[in-house]
């Protein structure tokens, strides 16, 4: 399994990444291998399901299926004669369930031929387009939001396919990244807010690749061209680049957690390197937290830059505290209290030897329900730790978010419902600290603090209507109207 430890925590209270797209356009190498490797680099930002979409200029195909990357293609990469064109797609779901008819990429037939499209992002007025397409004879063969870009597509009077598209998203509102195919172009569009990030690369070769992020064109060979600006689509084909800026006037509000949590440390997402971001919110928080301990741990794997960080500024060593089973899939996520408990000391197990009759100072990413954090305090008192100090590279989070991940609703956020010291006595830390919200702005140096949505800790929303509505329920195209 390929795990960098940003998939599900393991009694389900975690951060739920949405989705990650990779495209490729070449007459001279491998697009639909080069996909599947992408697709492997980007297994972090969705582990549900996983396709490729696939063109040789006339015929068009995609292969879909549920569970992993190498659990997908197990048996064989799709391959076409002459493929000039791929489109790929991880996915986690964030509307509708996590079923076969809902992976990507889409495909489909329409008056001018045919297109596939890989999303990733959260519409939020997704339902009042369909209700709309609906009422006018549209059939929909999927409970996901991202089949509302292709039906406008189709649907459009425009002559072109950059028109008909252009024309589509500034119907849509909410995050979205796209990589978009045709028989003969590679389209990738990002929209004006700039939630999600999507970059392009080109190899020796001459070939153009699209990825959400730069450690997709990493495992491909590809050198970073430039990230894809918000409200931008740009077209690839036989006459080379070409942009298309359609919404630029519009505030920016990139997602702080691809900084945070997110994307893979090695990756660089609008100029601004995620692992020198992690570092130095552990910097960040020794400045600002005042903790005192013998060792600095972290939750693995994705608090360890930030513990890291931690350690250099306050001079307290780095230890290795918590060893993590990089073996347990998402398959080991049960349902019940008791056997959740269970999946915990499966994912993870205290080292006895490094914090026996020590001063723990453990740093994680963020804290959504509690449950997960206050079972490793405990894994690490049972352990022999003298002291659990708790260091959170982010500040509480108390509001949902309604532009592509998959929050839970707000009463079950813990942060909504208790006080940073009611938090403490609910996970059994003897001391708690959040990064603040001015701290975690200086960590991300490279980025404009104003070009950030932060409405996951203070509810400022970009968009004035950028709330999913239907009580933020992302089944809202599974159940039966009335």
């Known amino acids: 399994m390929y795990d960098n430890g940003y998939e599900l925590k393991a009694d389900g209270s975690g951060w739920h990444e949405e989705c990650g797209v990779f495209g490729v356009y070449s007459h001279t190498e491998d697009v639909s291998h080069m996909t599947y490797l992408g697709l492997y680099a980007l297994q972090h930002r ?32 799709p391959h076409m004669e002459k493929q000039c064109i791929a489109i790929g797609h991880v996915r986690y779901s964030t509307t509708g369930s996590s079923l076969l008819a809902n992976t990507q990429p889409l495909l489909v ?15 939020t007025n997704a339902a009042a387009i369909r209700a709309d397409l609906e009422e006018q004879g549209t059939i929909f063969q999927t409970s996901i939001d991202s089949e509302v870009f292709v039906n406008l597509i189709a649907r459009s009077r425009q002559e072109t396919v950059e028109e008909k598209i252009i024309e589509s998203l500034k119907k849509i509102k909410g995050a979205y990244c796209l990589a978009i195919m045709t028989e003969a172009k590679l389209i990738g569009a990002r929209d004006p807010q700039g939630f999600r990030p999507l970059c392009l690369g080109r190899t020796e070769e001459g070939s153009w690749v699209l990825s959400s992020e730069t450690c997709g064109l990493d495992v491909v060979g590809a050198e970073f061209v430039r ?27 990139s997602c ?16 601004q390197s995620v692992h020198e971001a992690r570092f130095m919110m552990g910097r960040q928080l020794a400045r600002e937290s005042g903790f005192k301990g013998d060792i600095v741990i972290s939750v693995p794997d994705s608090g360890t830059t930030a513990a890291t960080g931690y350690a250099y500024e306050s001079g307290i060593p780095f230890m290795e505290g918590l060893m993590k089973n990089r073996y347990i899939g998402r398959t080991f996520i049960q349902p019940s209290q008791k056997k959740r408990d269970k ?7 205290a080292i006895s030897s490094a914090v026996k009759g020590k001063s723990v100072i453990m740093v994680d990413d963020s804290i959504v329900r509690g449950t997960t954090s206050g079972k490793i305090v405990k894994m690490l008192r049972d352990a022999g730790a003298r002291q659990v100090y708790m260091c959170v590279s982010s500040p509480p989070i108390g509001y949902p978010c309604f532009y592509g991940i998959d929050t839970s609703v707000r009463k079950e956020l813990i942060a909504a419902t208790k006080s940073v010291e009611e938090i403490r006595e609910f996970i059994g830390a003897d001391g708690l600290h959040f990064l603040s919200l001015e701290g975690l702005k200086k960590s991300v140096s490279a980025v404009d603090p104003e070009a950030m949505c932060y409405a996951c800790f203070n509810s400022a929303y970009p968009l004035e209507d950028g709330v999913r509505p239907a009580g933020n329920d992302k089944y809202v195209f599974e159940h039966p109207k009335c």
Do not use: C
Not at 46 to 66: F, K, N, P
Not at 228 to 252: C, N, Q, R
């Open 109 to 123: 037939n329409y008056a001018r031929g045919k297109i596939a499209l890989a999303h990733n992002g959260n519409l």
């Open 343 to 349: 999946a915990v000391k499966l994912k993870l197990n």
């Open 227 to 253: 990230d894809v600006l918000p409200g931008e689509m740009v077209v690839i084909d036989d006459e080379g680049l070409k942009s298309f800026p359609f919404a630029t006037e519009e505030k920016k509000a």
């Open 256 to 271: 702080i957690f691809e900084y945070i949590y997110f994307a893979r440390p090695d990756s660089v997402i609008d100029g």
């Open 46 to 77: 969705g582990q549900e399901s996983a396709g490729i979409a696939l063109t040789d200029g006339a015929w068009m195909d995609v292969t879909r299926g549920m569970g992993l990357v190498n659990e997908v293609f197990r048996h064989q990469v």
